[in-house]
């Protein structure tokens, strides 16, 4: 086996999220990529008891990167997806829907406060029930300029 044919790899999470949205359809999905409709909900990630202690220095920023995962993706594999908003097929990467070859997701949230292994976020896009894989700092590395939007750059033309 080659180094990077890794089809053993599993992944543990290391929480959960509590959100309001129940169903996939209760999460905003508009066609503005500037604002998708679910800011400012509050939701909270529950990190399990054993790794309570890696929330130490988490609250002193102000946005968090969360890896988790589509975990009621039942279409694995695909590598085209339709947009809720577009009416063409597109490859799978270049959106941001669950239905991939890996069923892994990545949002960032706005972190509001730490209660022992409670973290309150706001701007939250995931499901109740949805397992938290990793939790990163949100730093000015993660912050672009000069940014293209490929094809949603259509949508952005017909706001203004």
């Not at 988490?58 to 009416?87: M, T």
């Amino acid at each position: 086996m080659n180094k990077f044919d890794r089809t053993d790899l599993k992944f543990n999470p290391i929480g959960v999220i509590h959100s309001p949205y129940k169903k996939r359809e209760d999460i905003p999905s508009g066609k503005n990529t500037d604002t998708a409709g679910y800011e400012n909900t509050e939701g909270r990630i529950e990190i399990f008891e054993k790794y309570r202690d890696g929330l130490k220095d988490l609250e002193g920023f102000s946005h968090i990167i969360l890896i988790f995962a589509f975990h009621l993706s039942q279409a694995r594999g695909n590598l085209f997806a339709h947009p809720p908003y577009d009416k063409k097929k597109r490859g799978v990467f270049a959106t941001r829907s669950p239905h991939r070859p890996n069923p892994i997701g990545m949002t960032i949230v706005r972190l509001l406060k730490i209660e022992k292994n409670i973290i309150h976020v706001s701007d939250i896009d995931m499901l109740e029930g949805t397992p938290v894989l990793d939790i990163k700092p949100y730093t000015l590395r993660d912050r672009k300029n000069d940014i293209r939007l490929g094809w949603l750059e259509d949508f952005n033309s017909e706001k203004k």
